[in-house]
């Protein structure tokens, strides 16, 4: 029986020597790395890009939305940053949709105002969706 020990000892080391390359293999697509699926996962894929909050206000203003009526905010009830658009700007259909646009891209929540709200949130479902039948 101790004769055999040694023999699955070596068998088991084989294997996982023999194994190892294809579990460290770059999935199809990835650029090569050492670290091969584990460089870039496939749930990263599609996932908004981190920028810091007044990046994310700085693409709202862009849209054409007035720099005085745009602010970033901690909100205590969501418990995270979100940009707020003052009540009582007047903003195009394309304005709502460049908004909804870099909402959907940075992952910043958007917060218009009471006047805006109906508009807004249609235009982000309507983009949310498109996005999401990509």
Same mark, same amino acid.
């Given at each position: 029986m101790t004769a055999t020990r040694p023999v699955l000892l070596a068998t088991a080391m @084989?294997?996982?020597? @023999? @194994?190892? +390359?294809? =579990? &460290? =293999?770059v999935p199809k697509g990835a650029p090569p790395t050492s670290l091969g %699926? @584990?460089?870039r996962p496939d749930w990263a894929d599609g996932? +908004? *890009? #981190?920028?810091? +909050? %007044?990046?994310?206000?700085r693409r709202i203003v862009a $849209?054409? *939305? %007035?720099?005085?009526r745009v602010t970033v905010r901690d909100d205590a009830r969501l418990? !995270?940053?979100v940009l707020v658009v003052a009540s009582g700007a007047v903003l195009s259909d394309e304005q709502l949709? $460049? &908004?909804?646009?870099?909402?959907l !891209?940075?992952?910043?929540? #958007?917060i218009v105002g009471a006047d805006l709200a109906a508009r807004y949130d249609a235009t982000y479902e309507r983009l !949310?969706?498109?996005?999401a039948g990509q």
């Open positions: @084989l294997s996982a020597v @023999l @194994l190892a +390359p294809a =579990a &460290m =293999a %699926d @584990l460089a996932a +908004p *890009v #981190i920028v810091e +909050p %007044d990046a994310a206000r $849209c054409g *939305v %007035d720099g005085a418990r !995270e940053t949709t $460049c &908004m909804a646009g870099a909402s !891209e940075t992952g910043y929540q #958007i !949310e969706k498109a996005r």
